[in-house]
């Protein structure tokens, strides 16, 4: 039931607090993540790897992408991340030790289940399912599983659903990293963080009422272009995929740093730069790549950190303050204002938001 909503899409997006904390109950408390979350076993299992896969579809992936950031810098091991439906046609190395996990909101999309198949005659360690649906194929025929409890996701734009894989993979995050040795006191810092996301998450909601203005900058454009630095490069990834899937707009995300190795050269007064900006060590990076886009005419949205100390005299452009959470959470914190945007732009160019042209909800076929 939509309820006082107007779309599902909307609803989901509103949800997405109640999902994050669902995901996270009884699974870590402040002194960190409980035994066996992943299934009998799980945590023998997880102490023995040394490298991870992680494959997954669309917004499946991006929330990979993230995780990729998150366990390389916290449980200092090495992941790829790939789409499925190129996995499962090469001859990936797969190095003594490493876990598969397959990531998906429905557990039936076709690429993804024929890679988690193929990965059997691969050899890896185990393979781990983060999955919203628990009846699923790929749920079943996974080693280890961690349910999301998102709930029914209606609208065909993921939104819950990739909030609450990033909190699962958060959990995962942490577990590998605590077994590595991951010093006391940040791994303190990381579950306090990581408690906090359902609520950072609803003070990002909170920012619905600027974001529909802003959207209004977007309606007539043709063309957008997303900038992200670090973990927040699949956010930007990811607030692309939302805004041309449902308002049709064309957009494409770039780690920041690369601008000027080529997307630079479409920068006008015709193209809007949305740019995640949240504290730390890459601010300033990401200040230099947004003065380039300024100084060629380009209009900027900013979201950024409270915190981070931006140049407030944006000639053509808007920054949006809200506060990211810590650098654990931020993505997810981030990823809301980017679905908003999304949502409201489609909204105001009338397009079939839940339904969106030429898309399924769940790709059974290749
Ligand atoms: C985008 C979207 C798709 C799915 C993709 C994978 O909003 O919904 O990109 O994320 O089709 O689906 P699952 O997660 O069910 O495997």
Redesign the pocket.
Known sequence: ERGEYRHYMQKEIFEQPRAVADTLEARISPNGVLPNIFGVGGDELLAKVKGLHII?????YHAGLVAKYWIEEYARLPVNVEVASEYRYREAVVPDGTLFVAI???GE?AD?LAAMRESRRRGYLGTLAICNVPESSVVREADLKLMTRAGPEIG???TK?FTTQLAALGLLTLQLAHQRGLDGARYADLTAQLLHMPSMIEKALELEPRIIELSERLIHRQHALFLGRGAQHPVAMEGA?KLK?ISYIHAEAYAAGELKHGPLALVDEDMPVIAVAPNGPLLDKLKSNLQEVRARGGELLVFADGEASMDGNASRGVILRMDGGGDFIAPAVFTVPMQLLAYHVAVLRGTDVDQPRNLAK??TVE
């Open positions: 997954a579809c669309g917004t499946s998906s909101q429905s999309t993804t065909v734009a993921s659903a995929l899937e769940s790709v």
